[in-house]
């Protein structure tokens, strides 16, 4: 099934992977944080699924077309996590901060909502190695 090098392939198990992520946020942040509301809870549902077709889609590139250096997926797919999270960060900073200042409380060692990156990074490389290996990466993905 998982035999040849396949965008597609690689694109629906970064968004199943992401989907099974965003899933576990969904039904876990109520139970981390009362307070978190179903908006939020959709967003991370939505946010990881989306990740993860980004993933997906970023495999094909394992060059930089610039710098012409190589980028391996161990690389390229925790980079673009963290990016996304980072970028996620900005867009819903207070809304995080309430999420982390309720998990670890006020004092909490952990309680900058930029820590998220490095979730991304995590979840980045999770997702990334699945659609490697179920799907390929490169030129070969693509059918020519």
Do not use: C
Not at 21 to 39: E, S, T
Not at 54 to 82: S, T
Request: net charge neutral; aromatic share 16%; glycine share 14%.
């Amino acid at each position: 099934m998982f035999g040849n090098p396949s965008l597609i392939t690689r694109i629906a198990v970064g968004k199943t992977a992401g989907l099974v992520i965003g899933l576990a946020g969904f039904f876990l942040l109520p139970v981390l944080d009362p307070n978190a509301g179903l908006l939020m809870r959709w967003g991370i549902l939505l946010w990881y699924t989306t990740l993860g077709a980004i993933i997906g889609i970023f495999g094909v590139f394992n060059w930089h077309p610039i710098l012409k250096l190589p980028m391996p997926w161990w690389f390229r797919a925790p980079f673009m996590g963290a990016w996304m999270n980072f970028v996620l960060t900005f867009f819903a900073y207070d809304n995080l901060g309430q999420v982390m200042t309720a998990i670890f409380g006020v004092d909490g060692i952990v309680t900058s909502p930029f820590w998220f990156t490095l979730e991304g990074t995590i979840v980045g490389l999770i997702i990334g190695f699945l659609a490697t290996r179920f799907g390929g990466e490169g030129r070969e993905t693509v059918p020519a």
